[in-house]
């Protein structure tokens, strides 16, 4: 079965520095666009930074120049380096992998991982 597992998660303080994984399983990865999501709490989810299956990028407006998402189709894999952390990226993040096929969209989420920004 699919399989979307984030990890990296944990506690920084400002200013610091994270890279969250997400692995994938059960999909061919290379076909499917990925991407990051956070929500903090009493907030909605919103798009973190994306990457196309042709290595094509998006970020957020309040990440962009901080935040570098990359994969590893190798690896089944795609990173998200998290630079100059501020307290407001305090959030669950989730990883997403989508494809469309025709009219059939294929979605899956992970269980999120923690990021806490505190001094």
């Known amino acids: 079965q699919v399989q979307i597992v984030e990890s990296g998660g944990g506690l920084v303080q400002p200013g610091g520095s994270l890279r969250l994984s997400c692995a994938a399983s059960g999909i061919t990865f290379s076909l499917y666009d990925m991407a990051w999501y956070r929500q903090a709490p009493g907030k909605q989810r919103e798009l973190v930074a994306a990457?196309?299956?042709?290595?094509?990028?998006n970020y957020g407006d309040s990440v962009k120049g901080r935040f570098t998402v990359s994969r590893d189709n190798a690896k089944n894999t795609v990173y998200l380096q998290m630079n100059s952390l501020r307290p407001e990226d305090t959030a669950v993040y989730y990883c997403?992998?989508?494809?469309?096929?025709?009219?059939?969209?294929?979605?899956?989420w992970g269980q999120g991982t923690q990021v806490t920004v505190s001094s």
């Open positions: 997403n992998a989508d494809r469309k096929v025709r009219i059939v969209n294929f979605n899956y």
């Open positions: 990457i196309t299956i042709g290595d094509g990028t």
